[in-house]
Antibody
Framework: QVTLKESGPGILQPSQTLSLTCSFSGFSLSTYGMCVGWIRQSSGKGLEWLANIWWNDDKYYNPSLKNRLTISKDTSNNQAFLKITNMDTADTATYYC????????????WGQGVMVTVSS | DIQMTQSPASLSASLGETVTIECRASEDIYNGLAWYQQKPGKSPQLLIYNANSLHTGVPSRFSGSGSGTQYSLKINSLQSEDVASYFCQQYYNYPTFGGGTKLELK
């Protein structure tokens, strides 16, 4: 049974760096073809894909946010991470981690999401 | 990036009715399209992938069709549990999502 769960700070101030953790079970990021991605959802911009990290450590970023994003993984602890620098109020959103179907980029398992508010 | 335009933004329908939601891509996405259902306070759930393949466990009243730049999701015989928001997502290029359709009961 595949499960994913996000954790994060809840609230942070403008210009701070957001650090998110995705803890997952039911699959391994050391297995060929496996991947974890991050997607966010805000009332203003809808659903927005942020980044994917693959079993072989290949990383892909949304070009519009690439210079602010860093995705990484800890295979032994079944975790993936996302850092977003220079947070702004426009980054207020629910952040999801999700698993793309093997070999593709649609998401067949999603976490419950974590709400992140950027406010001074 | 590939823009996904979804219509309508909201939709009101009666139980038992057939509902169709459209998604138009800004360029050919070669059937690299998925549909998701999202209920309030929940995460999106995959319904359809590869434009017309039903995800495991999804009721057969849901179906997807289309090609090129035009795709649609059809819900036959609308049930109360289908009240939700629906999103399309292309994955031919880096993933982008449609703006969503909020489906309510009339």
């Amino acid at each position: 049974q595949v499960t994913l769960k996000e954790s994060g700070p809840g609230i942070l101030q403008p210009s701070q760096t957001l650090s998110l953790t995705c803890s997952f079970s039911g699959f391994s990021l050391s297995t060929y073809g496996m991947c974890v991605g991050w997607i966010r959802q805000s009332s203003g911009k809808g659903l927005e894909w942020l980044a994917n990290i693959w079993w072989n450590d290949d990383k892909y970023y949304n070009p519009s946010l690439k210079n602010r994003l860093t995705i990484s993984k800890d295979t032994s602890n079944n975790q993936a991470f996302l850092k977003i620098t220079n947070m702004d109020t426009a980054d207020t959103a629910t952040y999801y981690c999700a698993r793309p179907s093997q070999g593709s980029d649609y998401f067949d398992y999603w976490g419950q999401g974590v709400m992140v508010t950027v406010s001074s | 990036d590939i823009q996904m335009t979804q219509s309508p933004a909201s939709l009101s329908a009666s139980l038992g009715e057939t509902v169709t939601i459209e998604c138009r891509a800004s360029e050919d996405i070669y059937n690299g399209l998925a549909w998701y259902q999202q209920k309030p306070g929940k995460s999106p759930q995959l319904l359809i992938y590869n434009a017309n393949s039903l995800h495991t466990g999804v009721p057969s009243r849901f179906s997807g069709s289309g090609s090129g730049t035009q795709y649609s999701l059809k819900i036959n015989s609308l049930q109360s549990e289908d009240v939700a928001s629906y999103f399309c997502q292309q994955y031919y290029n880096y993933p982008t999502f449609g703006g969503g359709t909020k489906l309510e009961l009339k």
